[in-house]
């Protein structure tokens, strides 16, 4: 949801105002200047998660962790242990069409080296106001 704020000048700076219906017109009736502006939503975030199987070698997974997930050697093979040993760890954060993008990567790389492995994305829930 978009927030409109009211901008006022006072003393020859541009206060904004949180806008509230009909003061705005108020305002400018008694001959503030007024101006309006909308600020816009932040996008939502996706959190790629990548999914055990007892089929795809390690270094493979770790070789796409470096590649489409830019993970240091530590880092990817860090992840790729907590997702041999808990089933499902987080490659990464991201909007919803650069999450999509590394999963189609990670997925067609997977199938054209006849690797089961599988990536999944899911709302990332922190830091969201609805």
């Known amino acids: 949801m978009k927030k409109n704020f009211t901008w006022i ?13 009909e003061d705005s017109q108020n305002d ?3 001959g503030l200047a007024v101006k309006t502006k909308e600020r816009t939503k932040k996008p939502s ?8 199987d007892d089929y795809t070698p390690m270094e493979f ?6 590649s489409f997930f830019n993970k240091s050697t530590d880092e990817a093979t860090r992840i790729m242990l907590h997702v041999h ?4 760890g ?14 189609s ?3 067609d790389l997977a199938r054209k080296h006849d690797h089961p492995l599988q990536c999944t994305i899911e709302k990332d829930g922190i830091g969201e106001e609805d």
């Open 9 to 21: 000048l006072q003393d020859r700076d541009w206060l904004p105002v949180l806008q509230s219906g």
């Open 28 to 30: 400018a009736a008694l």
């Open 45 to 52: 975030m996706y959190k790629v998660l990548m999914l055990n």
């Open 61 to 66: 997974v770790i070789y796409v962790l470096e």
């Open 85 to 88: 040993q808990r089933g499902i």
């Open 90 to 103: 987080l490659c990464g954060v991201f909007t919803y069409e650069v999450a999509e993008t590394k999963v």
């Open 105 to 107: 990567q990670t997925m």
